[in-house]
Each structure stands twice: as structure tokens, then as C-alpha cells.
């Protein structure tokens, strides 16, 4: 039996009132839900994936926030796809990071329920949590760090390999995105490192929503069944 490497300490030390701190209760709305967080209990990589208001982006974003406040990680980092650089992103003011930002709300939207928005601004600044485009991580090495990978759909195989050899010790990674929503004229790298987990019985748990999942509002529910009756 291969003994399992003991967790590295993080730089952010819990102290004695760290010890009496709550967790946000995190109650899953239905199965897959339930198997998306048993899924972020036991594993250090998950792929997560389904249409849209299945909760997938809420229910990882309140886990980091909890591995966050309880100083499990050292940080925060959410990363996507690579953005336009033409009219839509061009005449925001600021570098690449602070341009990508508004793509991160959806996540930051919910650290900041679960944290506070004075301690997410202030984690902001000193990097504590970060808004990294994928063009910037080839390099980067990530210990102790909560990565939440959105719209994963959207990313390359080669992006993605790039991706998953980012993450060291003591650190978690997810992919989420919607297959459905593949924005890629090839096959894209999602829906391949989901094949090649399968293929190679690799231990990293696939949680796959469905319309049925959908818990945002009944209306959400019968676009989405509109949407994927159409084709669009």
C-alpha cells in the first residue's frame, strides 16, 4: 500500500481563532451535485461539466472559499480561456489581468458572499487571489493554491496540458465548462482529457450535469431545453 505524502504546511499558518472559525454549509440540491462535492472532498483534480444553472461554478466557488477561509490553500487563482483582444476587450483600461477581471465575476461574485468584499478586494491586491488568463500560466508552478478553471470548453488540448502540469503539492484543480458550448472549430481539449481519463483509468473524477440538473430557475431550465432542441 503507497503511503499518501503528508500536506505541506501553507504559508497562510491557522492560529487558535482560525480553529473556531465556520465553514459555509454547503447543501447539494440534487445527486450529481452531491457527487460533485464528494468528488472535491476526495480528489485533487475533478472535471466537471453540463449546460448552464446546474450550479457548477456556485458549488466549486463556495468550496474555495471555504478552503480559503479555513486556510487550507494559500490561494486563490481563476483562469480561462484566452480572451479577445479586439473591440470587446481592447477599450477596457488596465493590463491583461485587470481586462480579463470581468469574465472572473461569476466566481468572485460568490467569494465575496462567502468572505466578505473587503477580504476579497484585499486578497485581490496582494495576489492572494488572482485573475491569471491561461496565456500567462506556461511556466507557473502552483503549490497550495485553490485553481478554478472556467469555460474550459473553450481551451486546446495543448492548453490544457499546459494546464494540468501547472499544479504541485497541496493544491487543487477544476475544470468546468459545457461541452454544448464549445466555441472551437476543432474538437476541443476538454471532451479529449475527458477521453483520456477514461481511456487510462486515470483517478480523477468526471461529474457530467444535465438539464435535469438545472437548479438556477424553471425558465433557465426551458431555454436551455429550447436551446439544445434548436441547435443553437
Avoid at 499518501?4 to 450529481?32: A, F, I, M, Y
Avoid at 463556495?62 to 481563476?78: E, G, P
Amino acid at each position: 500500500m503507497v503511503q499518501q505524502k503528508p500536506k505541506p504546511k501553507t504559508r497562510r499558518v491557522r492560529t487558535k481563532h482560525d480553529e473556531t472559525k465556520d465553514r459555509v454549509t454547503l447543501v447539494p440540491r440534487n445527486s450529481n451535485q452531491e457527487s460533485y462535492i464528494t468528488a472535491l472532498d476526495t480528489s485533487d483534480q475533478v472535471i466537471v461539466f453540463g449546460p448552464a444553472g446546474t450550479g457548477k461554478t456556485y458549488v466549486v466557488s463556495t468550496y474555495a472559499a471555504n478552503a480559503y477561509h479555513m486556510k487550507d490553500v494559500d490561494k486563490i487563482v481563476i483562469t480561462r480561456p484566452h480572451v479577445a483582444v479586439g473591440k470587446e476587450i481592447g477599450f477596457l483600461p488596465g493590463t491583461l489581468e485587470e481586462k480579463s477581471a470581468p469574465w472572473a465575476l461569476p466566481v468572485l461574485d460568490v467569494l465575496e458572499r462567502h468572505l466578505g468584499k473587503g477580504v476579497v478586494e484585499t486578497a485581490l491586491k496582494n495576489g492572494n487571489i488572482e485573475v491569471a488568463p491561461l496565456a500567462l500560466m506556461r511556466g507557473r508552478s502552483f503549490e497550495d493554491t485553490f485553481v478554478i478553471c472556467d469555460e474550459a470548453q473553450n481551451i486546446t488540448l495543448p492548453e490544457l496540458k499546459m494546464l494540468v502540469t501547472r499544479i504541485g503539492e497541496g493544491s487543487k484543480l477544476v475544470l468546468n465548462g459545457d461541452i454544448q458550448q464549445s466555441d472551437l472549430k476543432e474538437t476541443d481539449g476538454l471532451t479529449k482529457i475527458v477521453h483520456l481519463t477514461k481511456k487510462h483509468m486515470l483517478p480523477i473524477p468526471i461529474v457530467e450535469f444535465t438539464v435535469a440538473d438545472i437548479v438556477r430557475s424553471d425558465i433557465c431550465r426551458l431555454w436551455i431545453e429550447t436551446f439544445i432542441k434548436e441547435g443553437v
